[in-house]
T-cell receptor, first 112, second 113 residues
């Protein structure tokens, strides 16, 4: 089955700096890669996603890049703000059955 | 408004009790999931369902059971609660078979004394 690894597990950045979270996956059949943000005490919510036919996607301060050959994808947050502090999860989704494989999460702290 | 609903939101119960965590969705989704998550930690898939009368075990060994008699309803039952079951339980749903976003409910925080 699919195996998703996520790094780092914790990340602290100064407000205004950039943050990068990286994930690798093992199954070449995965074709959908969402990123979820979970604030303290709240449910995970989708912040950005990318499909395997696209190399990069951007939405304001967040962007995701995908390298299918190397089987890795990354989340980039620029101009970080304190409200970006949360746990971020990556996932790889198989092209059959919508089976989600989540990474272990990255706890991001943005220091004002 | 289309959403996923979980009840109760918080539950404190004694060891040995039978409990059912409720999950309902008005998203019109076929696929539903149950995850166990300690605060801020990894999501562990414990059960999922492709639709009515379909139930599958996830990666995390669990003493829970699920049922799917109606598309919108996916309850989780613990026959005999133990302190090791203390955790947050998240219900989720998604379209199937297309690879699409998974939507999460607000969670049930369970404490077993």
């Amino acid at each position: 089955g699919e195996n998703v690894e996520q790094h780092p597990s914790t990340l602290s950045v100064q407000e205004g700096d950039s943050a990068v979270i990286k994930c690798t996956y093992s199954d070449s059949a995965s074709n959908y890669f969402p990123w979820y943000k979970q604030e303290l005490g709240k449910r995970p919510q989708l912040i950005i996603d990318i499909r395997s036919n696209v190399g990069e996607k951007k939405d304001q301060r967040i962007a995701v890049t995908l390298n299918k050959t190397a089987k890795h994808f990354s989340l980039h947050i620029t101009e970080t703000q304190p409200e970006d502090s949360a746990v971020y999860f990556c996932a790889a989704v198989s092209n059959t059955g919508n089976q989600f494989y989540f990474g272990t999460g990255t706890s991001l702290t943005v220091i004002p | 408004e289309a959403d996923i609903y979980q009840t109760p939101r918080y539950l404190v119960i004694g060891t040995g009790k039978k409990i059912t965590l409720e999950c309902s969705q008005t998203m019109g989704h076929d696929k539903m999931y149950w995850y166990q998550q300690d605060p801020g930690m990894e999501l562990h898939l414990i059960h999922y369902s492709y639709g009515v009368n379909s139930t599958e075990k996830g990666d995390l060994s669990s003493e829970s059971t699920v049922s799917r008699i109606r598309t919108e309803h996916f309850p989780l039952t613990l026959e005999s609660a133990r302190p090791s079951h203390t955790s947050q339980y998240l219900c989720a749903s998604s379209e199937w078979p297309a690879s699409r976003e998974q939507f999460f409910g607000p969670g049930t925080r369970l404490t077993v004394l």
